[in-house]
């Protein structure tokens, strides 16, 4: 199974370390990525930004990908819900996105397109975090589908 997590803007140094870190670990269980993409026209009105953000976020999504909103409306997942829902994904053999969206959220083409919306719960985070956040989660995910000490 093949994961990719989908993020708008960069990652700064020391939370890039972290993600980074992860990503190394999760990447002992399955094939993972992960794509920046740069954030709309600070000049446009924010409509247009996340247009053009969630056009970005959605290109070279292929159509049998399954996708996963990370949005705050979306359903609070707990970790061993998000254990069930990556076995799921793992016995379809189908690629999975996670899309994180800029500081306005995400357009509502992204939205509809979405299979899944997952909350990371009422806090609103920055980006950044967000992406620490899922990462962390994926790798709590993993091991607790393989019954490994992480998760306690």
Same mark, same amino acid.
């Given at each position: 199974m093949r994961t990719t997590l989908v993020a708008v803007g960069r990652v700064r140094r020391g939370l890039r370390e972290v993600c980074d870190d992860y990503l190394r670990r999760i990447g002992r269980y399955g094939e993972i +990525? @992960?794509?920046e993409v740069k954030e709309g026209p600070a000049a446009r009105p924010v409509g247009e930004r996340r247009r053009v953000e969630g056009e970005r976020l959605l290109a070279g999504i292929d159509p049998i990908t399954t996708v996963?909103?990370? @949005? =705050? %409306? +979306?359903? &609070?997942w707990s970790s061993e819900d998000l254990a %069930?829902?990556? !076995?799921?994904w793992r016995l379809e053999a189908r690629p999975v996105a996670l899309l994180i969206g800029g500081s306005h959220g995400l357009d509502p083409a992204v939205l509809a397109r979405a !299979? $899944?919306?997952? =909350?990371? +719960? &009422?806090l609103t985070l920055a980006h950044e975090l967000a992406r620490v956040v899922v990462l962390e989660q994926? /790798?709590?995910?993993? %091991?607790?589908?393989? +019954? @490994? &000490? /992480? $998760?306690k």
């Open positions: +990525g @992960e794509r996963v909103a990370l @949005e =705050s %409306t +979306g359903k &609070p %069930t829902q990556l !076995d799921r !299979d $899944h919306r997952w =909350s990371l +719960g &009422p994926l /790798y709590r995910a993993w %091991t607790i589908l393989r +019954g @490994e &000490p /992480y $998760h």
